[in-house]
């Protein structure tokens, strides 16, 4: 650990979470209004630039804290409880969202088709339990689907070999074995989700221009963007991480008894990856 073992380190008051949350604000905002068809906004671009600005400064201080030796046992342990909370909390998130999915398959569709209660004798006479579904009235439309076994399957290999490479960096780090190794299978683990994020992007220009397949596509189009789209933001958010992580062992941050900025980050990855998994069975093959 640290050299820092005598107390628990306290850091300066600052700002900066508060200019960040502005910076999201903004963002979140910004895309909101152009999901909803108001054109390129102005507060989306403002918020990414502060957001990546104030986590670029506060990030930067925090790596500065870590390697100055300023971290002890105590910390080192808020850190992991801090982590598995929020990676806690992504598992609720996304857990809502598999339940969207559920509700909508195994209740909502039986419901209106008749199948359980009479309820489509009020609601939609017509309307026909099948899935994938476009909506009462085909209101969503004729789309196509993507096919599991072409781009999906191939999506879940890369990210399954990069849950590897990454294992194989984490435990070289552990044993101290040379860096140059580490650094490689870091560099293969980014490289591979940076390829999974170009794959899905084609994927998504396929469903908008071939398939008819968009977000308006009734209950299947959304919630296959809801559960693709969320997961993509993740990986990009990962890859970003990994990233940063390969660009300080570069640096020679990190000690085999000390990592836990790796460590906090191979988690995150792995549970990127076990999502991805249910995602694919849930949302491509059933």
């Not at 209740?107 to 994938?132: I, Y």
């Not at 997961?231 to 992580?245: R, Y």
Request: glycine fraction near 12%.
């Amino acid at each position: 650990m640290s050299s820092n073992t005598g107390g628990y380190f306290v850091p300066a008051p600052t700002a900066w979470p508060f200019y960040l949350t502005i910076g999201l604000f903004l963002l979140l905002g910004g895309v909101s209004n152009y999901l909803n068809g108001h054109g390129t906004s102005i507060f989306m671009w403002t918020g990414l630039v502060i957001a990546l600005a104030f986590i670029w400064i506060w990030f930067r201080g925090i790596i500065n804290e870590s390697e100055s030796g300023k971290y002890g046992e105590q910390v080192d342990m808020t850190y992991r409880w801090g982590m598995g909370w929020f990676i806690f909390s992504e598992v609720m998130f996304f857990g809502a969202f598999f339940g969207a999915l559920f509700y909508a398959r195994q209740l909502s569709l039986p419901w209106l088709g008749g199948t359980d209660v009479m309820t489509n004798a009020v609601l939609w006479p017509q309307f026909e339990n099948a899935w994938p579904t476009n909506g009462p009235g085909s209101m969503g439309g004729d789309f196509g689907i993507i096919p599991p076994w072409g781009v999906p399957f191939l999506n879940t290999m890369l990210l399954l070999t990069s849950g590897v490479t990454l294992t194989f960096a984490h435990h070289g780090l552990r044993e101290n074995k040379p860096r140059r190794n580490v650094i490689l299978w870091m560099w293969a683990t980014v490289a591979l989700g940076c390829i999974f994020l170009f794959f899905q992007a084609e994927e998504y220009i396929v469903a908008y221009q071939h398939l008819n397949l968009t977000m308006e596509s009734g209950i299947y189009g959304s919630t296959f963007f809801m559960l693709t789209g969320f997961h993509g933001m993740h990986v990009t958010l990962g890859t970003l991480m990994l990233l940063v992580i390969t660009l300080r062992l570069m640096k020679g941050h990190f000690k085999p008894d000390s990592h836990f900025g790796f460590e906090g980050v191979a988690w995150y990855w792995h549970f990127v990856d076990v999502v991805w998994l249910g995602l694919f069975v849930f949302v491509y093959i059933l």
